[in-house]
DNA sequence: CGGCAATTTGATATCCATCAATCGGTGTGG
DNA sequence: CCACACCGATTGATGGATATCAAATTGCCG
């Protein structure tokens, strides 16, 4: 059988996106905070560099992160008046800042923009609930090779690394502690270390140090992984 | 695609919903399907009467119940080309059946059409948020007091009980079946019973039948619930 | 009234959480 | 340069929540 040609990785045009072209940008030390839930939410923001973390944390101090933000990603808009998610940065991180009105008067303007933004959010809801998939249904070594080849795709994107074989993608970063990699799979924080150990084991991956892996067989991976059930890949063909 | 809110207890309107004025309507049967994953996505649907679910099955069988549709609940847009879903009754139920691209004329041609497009499409993101919190966090028996109050919330919606404290509110209706409840919950339907037998237990509430439970005390449901950490209540003060 | 399917209940197994050391890298100061 | 201390990660032992397997029971529909 042949081998796929390498996919040119065209980012999906985020036009909108231009509002952040002239914004200010803000430099950001691990675990700085840039939104704090119940605060107004007059902003909106785009990853320059680094990576960071959407957390709702309950009442009772049980914390869901909703999801890790990389380079190219928007966030910051709301239904309502106030943020209900908190946004910290994991790694040192840039991002480009701008006033909700603004992104209110670009859409409003240009019909290309807000045709832009609603792909963007059907985008957004399809990645969301391959998580709600993966909490609902799958096993705690499986949520864990999800994930990893969740970070290996935005490590392709970021490096534009057109060839899904590129020996680069071999090792895969990541940035995240453990209790983050916990509360984002709805684990803790020995569980995860424990399925790290059993892919290990599976001899899927290698681990290289807290903060990097070395995949050894990544079509076991994608099957534990169980990528073909997942709505991402219809959209981002041989990413995942 | 999940549950919008129409918004008839106070809410500006979902104007685009005028595309299904002149829908046709069709009518379906409990377990009718609707949508089957993996077919080109060409149109769109809007409740009239009756539940539906949506669902992702996995290629070995299990399946996460992403969401259920009510009265007034959009479905059928994607990103993709495709559905990664399925829709299915699961009551008697009657829909407006519209193509797709009438929906994208309508949107295309009204900025204030797709203003409440992308409207929809942050409070159906803020929902599914709540249930990736749910799934990632809560205990069985807490999500099945989450559960509840979001069927009590419809219900108050689609009879539009302006007062929370509406004795008809007391009764909740439980249309699907108790595994429908598992997989939307990430559960077992063992454990949706037993769950119910707890709540029962602590006198939140009284089983009355399969599909219908009274409501003895609303306060300790929603303290179980933890409903103060959900961001829907932002939207749809006091509802939940 | 009878029969079937859904639900409930019961007994046991599994997976993940919890609690408790230990390990290992990183940075600091002697 | 090395000893030490610190913090996150790993590993180990145990417990608890939920899944699984297996009856009873309910209630619904003919």
């Not at 390498?6 to 940008?25: G, H, K, M, N």
């Not at 030390?29 to 560099?49: K, R, T, Y």
Request: aromatic content about 8%; some cysteine.
């Amino acid at each position: 059988m042949p081998a796929p040609e390498p996919t040119s990785l065209d980012l999906p045009q985020d036009i909108f996106l231009d509002i952040f072209d002239a914004a200010p940008l803000r430099d950001l030390a691990p675990g700085e905070v840039v939104i704090s839930a119940g605060e107004p939410a007059d902003q909106v923001f785009n990853i320059v560099s680094g990576v960071l973390r959407v957390c709702r944390t309950g009442t009772d101090g049980r914390r869901q992160v909703l999801s890790f933000l990389f380079p190219g990603n928007f966030v910051g808009l709301t239904a309502t008046e106030t943020y209900f998610f908190s946004v910290e940065a994991v790694t040192p991180a840039r991002i480009a800042c701008c006033p909700r009105r603004l992104l209110d008067k670009r859409l409003a303007a240009d019909p290309a923009a807000e045709r832009a933004f609603l792909n963007m959010m059907l985008r957004v809801v399809e990645d969301i609930l391959d998580v709600v998939y993966s909490l609902g249904q799958r096993t705690a070594s499986e949520r864990l090779a999800v994930f990893l080849l969740y970070l290996r795709h935005w490590r392709r994107l970021t490096d534009n690394l057109a060839d899904d074989r590129d020996p680069r993608l071999a090792e895969i970063d990541i940035p995240m502690s453990r209790e983050d990699i916990a509360d984002f799979l709805g684990l803790k924080k020995e569980t995860v270390s424990r399925s790290f150990k059993e892919l290990e084991a599976g001899r899927m991956i290698q681990r290289r140090g807290k903060h990097q892996v070395r995949v050894l067989d990544l079509a076991s991976l994608r099957d534990l992984a169980g990528i073909r059930d997942f709505a991402s890949p219809r959209r981002i063909a041989q990413s995942l």
